[in-house]
Nanobody, 121 residues
Framework: QVRLMESGGGSVQAGGSLNLSCTASGYIGGRFCMAWFRQEPGKEREEVASVDLDGRTTYADFVKGRFTVSKDNAKNTLTLQMSSLKPEDTAMYHC???????????????WGQGTQVTVSA
């Protein structure tokens, strides 16, 4: 019953920056993984970045060098720092969580409501 809530979306010009945050609540004693996904209407959802149980990060090729994901375990918050934004980054960004199984992240299936990011040329 982990609840996720994203914030920080908005409209920016190409080349600009934006920081997204996701706060998890309702978590008691368990371990879980978190990630950022994005999706455009009518298109498949794609993973942007994730943080595993050891704090290691993984990035999609299309955001490497521009986005930075970090997790604050004390605050149960996942942050996505986005820089050098491009029009193609325009999408609904969702935070997701996954349970841990045998020390590994399970499938991401718990989603926040999303926060819209719009980048204009």
């Amino acid at each position: 019953q982990v609840r996720l809530m994203e914030s920080g979306g908005g409209s920016v010009q190409a080349g600009g920056s934006l920081n997204l945050s996701c706060t998890a609540s309702g978590y008691i004693g368990g371990r879980f993984c978190m990630a950022w996904f994005r999706q455009e209407p009518g298109k498949e959802r794609e993973e942007v970045a994730s943080v595993d149980l050891d704090g290691r990060t993984t990035y999609a090729d299309f955001v490497k060098g521009r986005f930075t994901v970090s997790k604050d375990n004390a605050k149960n918050t996942l942050t996505l720092q986005m820089s050098s934004l491009k029009p193609e980054d325009t999408a609904m960004y969702h935070c997701a969580s996954a349970g841990s199984y045998g020390g590994r992240c399970g499938r991401f299936g718990n989603w926040g409501q999303g926060t819209q990011v719009t980048v204009s040329a």
